[in-house]
């Protein structure tokens, strides 16, 4: 029977797979908002976009 890669294989714990997160990175000193910020890039989700009406 197959094992689905993701699952253990005859109870071994599955390796670590980490990703590369280089450490002291200067986004570590920002703060929630700055960081909030940076990853929408600057965008708003709450703004209204305003579309052509369909009717």
Known sequence: MN???NQ???GQP???QNANIPLNSPFDNLT???KY???TNGTNPFT???T???A
């Open 3 to 5: 094992q689905p890669a």
């Open 8 to 10: 253990a294989v005859r």
């Open 14 to 16: 599955l390796a670590p």
């Open 32 to 34: 929630a908002e700055k």
């Open 37 to 39: 910020e940076i990853l």
């Open 48 to 50: 209204v976009q305003e």
């Open 52 to 54: 052509e009406n369909q």
